[in-house]
């Protein structure tokens, strides 16, 4: 649905840089000056985007009031697009080339003549029929910086970004585990943890375990040596993945989308062994578990999938089972209760997408009011899922990461007992990340 009513499916955008101080003027010039223009028979193109009113498609007529709100930019992005049947589109080319062939006496065509015959037949085509028509709503929130773009259509996502940029002036960057890392505030030392940050290793976890067991039967001043010595090596290894920060933006923001699987992975663990609530910053302490769906991909063939549903898929055999075998959580809904409060969506976690959105019942149900609380109910839910995130890269950025997390998730994919060291560790780390 959209910004007003129904369930929230949306991709979200950071816009760099500052709108200008008389925006007013010159962003409804700009918008007008990109307005919808409709396809025609006649035309090359098979597809046409532009701006329209939100939630009205066919209303191209722009003026202030239908664009601006409160604090908000409010437009409706339109994508029509002729599409003939393939079917029908061969089968009256293939009448035509006949006809041409008779006519002129010859048994083929050349490619000039035949592509002649195409643009023909499907110019006349299109006058029987009418292009398809979508439009999607935008809601850009001009104080906080953010877009909420009402799809997660992929290729509709990148045309609303060149257009937006084109439009506004002002560059866009869609939203990320990369980016969302960004609004984190990460620390000097959780800073250089993220920029060498790499996938979680199984083996390395089976490894991690059983040094975090033989650890605990040394002495203390050997766990500690052992401690010191593990420290200076995560300190060389951070120098020599300092050159990883010369790479391209976008190679960055694709090696680190792993993150959002290891953010639904280190959830479901928690589910499990300690099934208690997550300090999400200002917001306080929230309930958080996955429900009714999960989807696990394998981390080396994302075509092979799993999907598993039910009141507790995470807590299935088959799903426990799926990441034994390397498959790791890619999509799931996942709720947050908060208080009284219940904010459930769909996430898409390496593109950190939320989509079938609930939120809480409105205190209004029309107006001005009622949209008003809606996004405000919307902001709160990404502002939770956020710092979900942060309190994820807390405990995931820590250097005793490999000896608490690590250690868990190996012996709980093989089904055995987590040590009491191990929890104890992960216990610590907890209490640590809330005092952050």
Known sequence: MGVSRGALTFTRLFVQGKPPKDLRK???????????????????ASEAVGWCVIERPFDLDFEADKIFYDRFVQLGFRVDKWR?????????????????????????????????????????????????????????????????????????TDEFTALFEKTFGLEVMVDSPYAAAGRAELSGTQQKAFDKVEPISFAAS?????????????????????????????????????????????????????????????????????????????????????????????????????????AQPSGSTEAREAVRNLKLPVASR????????????????????????ALPALLKEEGDDAFLERTALIEKLTSLLDELFVAFLRERLAPSWSKSWEPALSAWVEGESVPASVLKEIASVTRAARRA
């Open 26 to 44: 010159k962003y409804l010039d700009s918008v007008r000056l990109r307005k919808f223009t409709p396809l025609a028979p006649e035309d090359e």
């Open 84 to 156: 003939i049947p393939g079917v029908l589109l061969k089968g009256q080319m293939a009448e035509e080339e006949q006809r041409a062939k008779a006519r002129s006496g010859r048994e083929k065509l050349t490619r000039a003549e035949k592509e002649d015959i195409k643009l023909r037949v499907t110019s006349r085509l299109r006058k029987k029929i009418l292009p398809t028509s979508r439009a999607f709503d935008v809601l850009w929130d001009l104080d906080a910086g953010t877009v909420l773009f009402f799809t997660h259509a992929a290729r509709s």
């Open 206 to 310: 089976r490894k991690a375990r059983a040094e975090q067991e033989k650890a605990a039967r040394e002495k203390a001043k050997a766990d500690a040596d052992l401690e010191s010595e593990e420290s200076e090596e995560e300190e060389e290894e951070a120098e020599e993945e300092l050159s990883e920060e010369e790479a391209a933006l976008i190679e960055r923001i694709e090696s680190t989308r792993f993150l959002g699987s290891e953010l639904l992975l280190w959830v479901w663990l928690r589910q499990e062994l300690f099934n208690e609530p997550v300090t999400l910053g200002e917001h306080g302490s929230a309930e958080v578990w996955l429900d009714r769906k999960l989807t696990l991909e394998h981390i080396l063939d994302k075509a092979e999938r799993v999907a598993v549903r039910g």
């Open 334 to 357: 996942l709720v947050l209760r908060l208080k009284d409060q219940d904010f459930a969506f769909d996430f898409n976690a390496p593109r950190f997408l939320i989509g079938g959105g």
